[in-house]
């Protein structure tokens, strides 16, 4: 079932279009990767999926019911401020609020779920420390922590493993991994690590300066890849 | 008599305990507030209101409005949603255009008091619409029911909404993403901060209003580390510098807005000092 077509669609910032006419479809259960170079829009893509911007043309649907409600997102830019007092559980906590309509407080059931992610991420031990004193990675970890207590039916992460170690790395991809193959949640996942788009990825878009690619990571690896002798 | 004995011969006074009542729900109000206007950057628009509500307290003085809170409170709240749904996509940049108004509105309010009122003092009703007076003291009950329901109000909405509260401050672009109306909450916030603040002009006139919201707020995120402990401190704070400032303004008849605002510079610099020393010891 299809849970996101993009039709015909642009994006730009004023008037400046940085990706023209984008067609693809992101079924239930897919793990999507989009890759490309720095500054080709990734980014604004995925923003414009999620509705924090507006596309210059084309139209995006929500379809196979859907709801923004059950989205998960990690933003690539955290234009958080330096001295906001946040503890890391508030945090965390806070992925629940999509989930909770009008009640004013978290169930048990959210704040075990909130529990649960802060250590499949590892920084269970963090839980009260605040926010703006952890490292680039630790941060990293708790906003995924984050977007893993959002997502219900799909997944926004945006370049995931940017600043974590090469372990948490390797944890990081089997996490969205088992999410993916056992808990069914469809993932669009921004990368560099083309490798990895090709081994984990069930489909991949490429947004090139000029040309984009959308296909299967099979048919990727095979065409694309090799042409550009990228991997 | 001395300082206690002369205490107890105030406080017996049922416009005394009035004021105090009054003078704690609006310190709590604007202290809880406080938070998420410092961290959203809201600060200039807490600001930018407090004058516009001085615009609206001439207005109402012209045209002889025996409660003013009637005319303030809706004109604050309209300039608040108005000044936040233009939001980043406006021409003017956000700053400069609240400057404008605020100077604006200061300007407006004090040549229709000065043209148009017919009091004999306009010296002194600006002076008590800017920095607050023993007005606070002269309260009638009518308005200290006003007062209270619109305090409690508050307390009650950012009490239901506390979790959505932080989350809009903290980030409010994945709000957004994952399906809640960030918009929204930002509106509601600064509809509660214009009616803290058409409240809070009472106890230290609209010049000192912002002080009264921002201090506690910067205080305590100088300490605390986490939203929730950051606002329970921020409200302790105010609400003790409002009850001290208060008794101390009673006893030796300094003006209240100035003195209540005073212990909270003062209780701010402590925090300034002690936030420092904690952090160089860790
Ligand atoms: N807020 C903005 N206003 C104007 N232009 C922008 C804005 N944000 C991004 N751009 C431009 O849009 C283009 C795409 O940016 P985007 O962040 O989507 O790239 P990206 O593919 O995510 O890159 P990276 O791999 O570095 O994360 C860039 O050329 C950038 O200069
Ligand atoms: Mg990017």
Redesign the interface.
């Known amino acids: 079932m299809t849970q996101l077509t993009v039709d015909g669609v642009s994006l730009g910032y004023d008037g400046n279009t940085i990706v023209r006419d984008l067609t693809f479809g992101v079924n239930n259960g897919d793990y999507l990767c989009i890759v490309g170079e720095n500054g080709t829009g990734k980014s604004t893509l995925l ?1 414009t999926l ?3 911007h507006k596309q210059t043309a084309g139209t995006i649907g929500l379809g196979g019911g859907s ?7 990690l ?1 690539q830019q955290k234009d ?2 330096k ?5 890391v ?3 965390v ?3 629940c ?2 989930g ?1 309509g009008l009640r ?3 169930t048990k059931k959210e704040k075990a779920l909130a529990a649960e992610n802060l250590d499949k991420l590892g920084i269970a031990g963090l839980a ?3 926010y ?2 952890l490292s680039g990675g630790q941060q990293q970890r708790v906003l995924l922590a ?1 977007a893993l207590c ?1 997502a219900k039916t799909m997944i ?1 992460l945006d370049e995931p493993v940017a600043g974590l170690d090469p372990q948490a790395t390797k944890e990081m991809y089997d996490t969205i991994f088992a999410l993916n193959h056992d808990g069914g949640m469809t993932v669009v996942m921004v990368s560099h690590d083309i490798s990895a788009a090709v081994e984990y990825a069930s489909h991949i878009l490429h947004i090139g300066k000029t040309s984009c690619f959308f296909g299967s990571s099979a048919e990727y690896a095979r065409d694309f890849v090799r042409r550009e002798g990228a991997l | 008599m001395n300082i206690f004995e002369k205490l107890a011969y105030y406080l017996q006074f049922p416009f005394v305990q009035y004021a105090l009542i009054v003078g704690v729900l609006t310190a709590l109000c604007a202290a809880l507030l406080g938070v998420p206007l410092v961290l959203k950057r809201y600060s200039f628009i807490g600001d930018g209101l407090s004058h516009v509500a001085f615009g609206g307290m001439a207005i109402a003085a012209v045209i002889n409005l025996t409660d003013n809170l009637y005319l303030i409170m809706p004109l604050t709240v309209v300039v608040a949603v108005f000044l936040l749904s233009r939001g980043s996509r406006a021409k003017i940049k956000g700053d400069a255009a609240i400057a404008m108004l605020s100077v604006g509105a200061l300007a407006f309010g004090y040549f229709l008091m000065n043209t148009f009122t017919v009091s004999s003092n306009i010296a002194g009703d600006v002076c008590t619409s800017l920095f607050g007076s023993t007005s606070i003291l002269t309260l009638t009950t009518g308005d200290i029911i006003l007062c209270s329901i619109m305090a409690v109000l508050v307390i009650a909405v950012y009490i239901v909404f506390y979790n959505k509260i932080f989350a809009v401050t903290f980030d409010a672009d994945f709000m957004q993403a994952t399906g809640m109306r960030s918009k929204a909450y930002e509106v509601l916030i600064a509809v509660v901060i214009a009616v803290v603040i058409s409240l809070a002009m009472r106890l230290v006139g609209s010049l000192l209003t912002s002080a009264l919201i921002v201090f506690p707020a910067l205080s305590a995120m100088r300490i605390f580390k986490s939203f929730r402990s950051a606002v329970i401190c921020s409200a302790a704070i105010s609400v003790f510098c409002a009850v001290f400032g208060m008794l101390v303004s009673i006893l030796w008849g300094t003006p209240v807005g100035a003195t209540i605002v005073m212990t909270d510079i003062a209780v701010f610099a402590l925090f300034y000092v002690g936030g420092m020393t904690i952090r160089r010891r860790v």
């Open positions: 923003k999620l509705g924090l709801k923004r409600a059950g989205f998960g997102y933003p958080i401020q001295d906001f007092p946040a503890s559980n508030e945090i906590l806070s992925g609020l999509s909770c004013p407080f978290y009260d420390r605040c703006r004193e984050r959002a926004f």
